[in-house]
C-alpha cells in the first residue's frame, strides 16, 4: 500500500508553510489543555445546576455520564453567571485556537499509508472521536446561543453527549502526546519565538510526526506573528462577547442576539421567550389572574393581595445556559413567606407552574435552599416599575443562581412540598 | 486508549442508536453532524482557506512582478490577510445572524428581528480593511523616511 501512494497523499513537498513543526502546534495545545477542560467541566455543572434529582435535566437519563449529583447552592448568587459565562465565552476565544491547533496539524491527516500498525488505527479513530467531538460541540454551540436550530435534532441531548465523545478522545490524546509537548515547548523558549522577525523565521528541525514541511516556502510571516494573530483573533471574540453578560458593555456585542440595544426604560433587558411565544393572552394575565397557592391546603391570592404583603427587593443577575446575563433589582414577595403562608415552614421542594403551557419549561421545581434563600422572590416588580408582560407579569420567580429558564414567569401555581 | 473506546461506545448505548439517524430527513441526524463536521473542516474550510492564502500570496508575487524597478519595501500581503481573518472568523462565528437562520425562534426568544446583523457585518469588515490600509501607509511612510533620510 506504501508503494501506490495517491497524489497529494504522504510526506508530500504540497506542504510549504515554514510555521507548521512540534514547537508551535504544542502552544496551541498547551492553550487548549488548559482551556477546553474549564469549558467541559462547567457545561457539566450546568447540568447539575438545572436539577437532576428534580428530574428536570435534560437529557433525563445519563446514566453514569454525569458529575456527582449535589444540591446546587444559592450562593454566591453570580455562580450560574460565572459558571456560563465561562463556558459560553471561553467556549467562543478558544475557536480560533481551535482552528489553528487543526491547521497546523492537518498533513498528518493525509498521512499515507493511512496505518502501519493497529495502534495507529486506534489512534487515528480516538482522533475522530477529538476532532469530531470538539467541532461537534463548537458548532451545535455556536448555533444554539444564536437560536438557529436547522441540525433539527435536540440541542441539549447532542449536546451533552457529543461532550463526552469529545472528552474520551481529549484524554488519549493527552495521554499520548503529552510528553511530546512538554519536549517540544523545551527545544525553543518562548522568549527566543517572539524576537524572531519575520526574515529571520526558519522552519523547525525534521521531527517524526511530519509537521515541519519538507520543502518550506520562505516565510511571510513569523511565528511571533501567527501566535499574535491566533492572540489577536481570541481577544477579539472575547470583546465582541463579554457584551452578552455584562450590562454596561452590551453594545460591544453588536453580532450577538444579546448585544442589543434595548432602550434605557426600566424594563428594557434581555428576554428569552416573548409573551407572544408563550401563546398567553392579556384576559388571562390580566385583573382575573389567580395565584394558586398550595402546601397544607390550597388558596388563591390575586395581585392587590400579594402587594399587601411584606415586599423584599433584592439585586440580582439572571444568567441564561446560553451564556448571556443581566443583572437588575426585582421587589416582591419571599418565597419562603409565601411557603410559611401555605403551611409548609420547611419545605422539601417547590413545584412552580406556569400561564404558558407549552414547551419544557412551563414548570419547574425547586429545592429546599433555593425556596428557602433570603432573596428568593415571587417578584412583581422590576426595577421600581411592575414587571413587563414579556418579563413575566403578573408575577415571576426570582432565585439566586438558578439557570435563567427556571426562573419561570407569568406564574399561575405555586405549590411547596413537605419534608 | 481502551477505556475511551468504552466510553464511547457506553455513549452510544446511553444516547441509543437509534437517536443517532434520523429516518425522516438523514441530514438532520447527529452522526452525520458529527461526521459532517470533520469532513466539512478538513475536506472544504481547510482546503479553501489554504488556496485562498496561496493564491493571495502568488497573485500578490505576480503583481509585483510587472514592476520588477520598484522593490517593495513593507510586503502587503499581510496588510490582505489579517482584515480578512477578522472579517471571516466574525462571520463563521456570527453567520447565523448575519443571514438570517433561525428568523421564527430568533424572533420567539428576543421579540426581535436579525435585520441589522448584516449591515453590522459588513461595516465591520470595511472597517477593518480601513484600518489595515492606514496601517499599511503608516508602515510606508516609515520605510520612506528611513531608507531615503534628508528628503
Known amino acids: 500500500m506504501a508503494r501506490h501512494r495517491p497524489p497529494g497523499l504522504g510526506r508530500t513537498r504540497a506542504w510549504r508553510s515554514p510555521l507548521r513543526g512540534p514547537w508551535l502546534t504544542s502552544v496551541l495545545g498547551l492553550v487548549l489543555l488548559v482551556g477546553l477542560p474549564v469549558v467541559a467541566v462547567t457545561g457539566l455543572l450546568s447540568y447539575v445546576a438545572y436539577g437532576p434529582q428534580l428530574n428536570q435535566a435534560i437529557p433525563a437519563d445519563v446514566g453514569w455520564l454525569h458529575l456527582p449529583f449535589f444540591e446546587w447552592p444559592t450562593r454566591p448568587v453570580w455562580l450560574y453567571r460565572l459558571n456560563q459565562g465561562l463556558h459560553v465565552g471561553l467556549g467562543l476565544v478558544l475557536v480560533p485556537v481551535v482552528l489553528a491547533k487543526l491547521w497546523s496539524v492537518v498533513p498528518t491527516l493525509f498521512d499515507w499509508p493511512p496505518a502501519r500498525s493497529l495502534a495507529q488505527v486506534l489512534e487515528r479513530l480516538s482522533l475522530l472521536a477529538l476532532v469530531g467531538g470538539i467541532l461537534f460541540e463548537l458548532v451545535t454551540g455556536v448555533l444554539n446561543i444564536q437560536y438557529d436550530y436547522v441540525f433539527g435534532f435536540s440541542f441539549y441531548t447532542a449536546h451533552y453527549f457529543g461532550a463526552w465523545v469529545f472528552l474520551a478522545g481529549f484524554v488519549v490524546h493527552v495521554g499520548l502526546k503529552l510528553p511530546r509537548l512538554v519536549t517540544a515547548l523545551r527545544s525553543v523558549s518562548l522568549r527566543e519565538v517572539l524576537r524572531t522577525s519575520r526574515a529571520d523565521t526558519r522552519p523547525e528541525p525534521p521531527d517524526p510526526d511530519g509537521l515541519v514541511a519538507l520543502d518550506p516556502a520562505p516565510a511571510t510571516l513569523s511565528r511571533r506573528g501567527a501566535l499574535g494573530l491566533v492572540g489577536g483573533g481570541a481577544a477579539l471574540v472575547a470583546v465582541v462577547s463579554v457584551g452578552q453578560t455584562v450590562d454596561a458593555l452590551r453594545p460591544l456585542a453588536f453580532l450577538l442576539p444579546r448585544g442589543r440595544d434595548l432602550g434605557d426604560g426600566p424594563n428594557d433587558f434581555p428576554v428569552n421567550r416573548t409573551v407572544t411565544a408563550a401563546g398567553i393572552s392579556t384576559d388571562q394575565a390580566g385583573p382575573s389572574w389567580r395565584l394558586e397557592l398550595s402546601g397544607a391546603g390550597t388558596r388563591t391570592l390575586d395581585r392587590a393581595q400579594l402587594l399587601t404583603l411584606p415586599q423584599h427587593t433584592a439585586v440580582l443577575p439572571i444568567a441564561c445556559v446560553e451564556g448571556w446575563s443581566t443583572t437588575q433589582r426585582w421587589s416582591g414577595v419571599r418565597l419562603r413567606d409565601l411557603a410559611a403562608l401555605a403551611g409548609v415552614a420547611d419545605p422539601a421542594s417547590a413545584l412552580v407552574q406556569s400561564l404558558g403551557t407549552s414547551g419544557p419549561f412551563s414548570q419547574a421545581a425547586l429545592q429546599a435552599n433555593q425556596v428557602l434563600d433570603p432573596d428568593s422572590l415571587l417578584a412583581l416588580r422590576v426595577n421600581g416599575v411592575e414587571l413587563s408582560a414579556d418579563h413575566g407579569y403578573p408575577a415571576r420567580v426570582i432565585v439566586p443562581a438558578l439557570p435563567g429558564v427556571h426562573n419561570t414567569k407569568w406564574v399561575r401555581a405555586l405549590e411547596f412540598r413537605a419534608a | ?151
Open chain 2, 1 to 151: 486508549m481502551l477505556a475511551s473506546f468504552a466510553l464511547v461506545g457506553y455513549v452510544i448505548t446511553v444516547l441509543t442508536p437509534e437517536a443517532l439517524w434520523n429516518r425522516e430527513t438523514w441530514w438532520q441526524s447527529v452522526l452525520v453532524w458529527f461526521l459532517g463536521a470533520v469532513v466539512l473542516h478538513d475536506l472544504l474550510l481547510f482546503p479553501l482557506y489554504a488556496l485562498a492564502d496561496r493564491s493571495l500570496v502568488t497573485g500578490l508575487r505576480a503583481v509585483r512582478g510587472r514592476w520588477p524597478g520598484r522593490p517593495l519595501r513593507v510586503p502587503v500581503v499581510n496588510y490582505v490577510r489579517v482584515p480578512v481573518l477578522v472579517s471571516g472568523l466574525a462571520f463563521l462565528l456570527f453567520f447565523p445572524g448575519i443571514v438570517e437562520q433561525g428568523a421564527q425562534t430568533y424572533l420567539a426568544a428576543t421579540g426581535q428581528t436579525q435585520q441589522p446583523f448584516l449591515r453590522r457585518w459588513l461595516l465591520a469588515t470595511a472597517v477593518v480593511f480601513g484600518l489595515s490600509a492606514l496601517a499599511y501607509a503608516g508602515r510606508v511612510g516609515l520605510a520612506r523616511t528611513d531608507e531615503e533620510p534628508g528628503r
